[in-house]
């Protein structure tokens, strides 16, 4: 079978247009600076980056509250969107990670880490630090990371910022000494 070298030529321009059109990132990138500090406790920006929009001009982050005084809640916006949050709480002892995400966010089968102190799925993680010992408050303080569209899903980035973020809050030694 032949074809005319005119038809072949036009074939090979639309796949190109085609393969370019596909290509093409309409220039969006990330524009913004990751912070490697939420809520005032250090967290792997690397990991943060990976969660966040691939694309956007201005991050912002609103904080609320403190853990000192029993809870605190960091917003992180995109170009005016909220993409992440974190909140941290002081509760009663007893409570587990797994528990936090399947009660607060519904999801069934998160993963576990670190002795089951840290539980995690793409888009959201629980933390919690056992306040226990003569000289503390017998409390656990609890942490909770989500994220919301357009920010990503990233099981493994989810999994490396909460357990970052976790660290450098037992680095605080956050647990409050009794009265």
């Avoid at 038809?7 to 090979?12: C, K, P």
């Avoid at 250090?42 to 912002?60: C, Y």
Wanted: charged share 25%; net charge neutral.
């Amino acid at each position: 079978m032949r074809y005319a070298p005119h038809a072949l030529r036009g074939a090979s321009l639309l796949v190109a247009a085609l393969t370019a059109v596909g290509c093409s990132s309409g220039g969006s990138k990330q524009e913004f600076t990751v912070p490697n500090v939420l809520c005032g406790v250090s967290v792997p920006s690397k990991a943060l980056s990976q969660l966040l929009p691939s694309s956007g001009k201005r991050l912002s982050v609103e904080r609320t509250g403190s853990l000192d005084e029993g809870s605190a809640l960091c917003t992180l916006k995109v170009d005016g969107a909220t993409v992440l949050e974190v909140s941290g709480e002081r509760i009663d002892s007893g409570d587990s990670a797994r528990n936090i995400l399947r009660s607060r966010l519904s999801i069934q089968d998160p993963r576990s880490a670190e002795n089951n102190a840290i539980a995690y799925a793409d888009h959201a993680a629980a933390s919690l630090i056992k306040c226990r010992g003569t000289d503390v408050e017998e409390e656990d303080i609890s942490t909770l990371i989500k994220t919301l569209k357009p920010a990503h899903a990233d099981e493994p980035a989810m999994k490396q910022l909460i357990q970052g973020y976790t660290n450098s809050l037992k680095a605080q030694s956050p647990c409050k000494e009794k009265s």
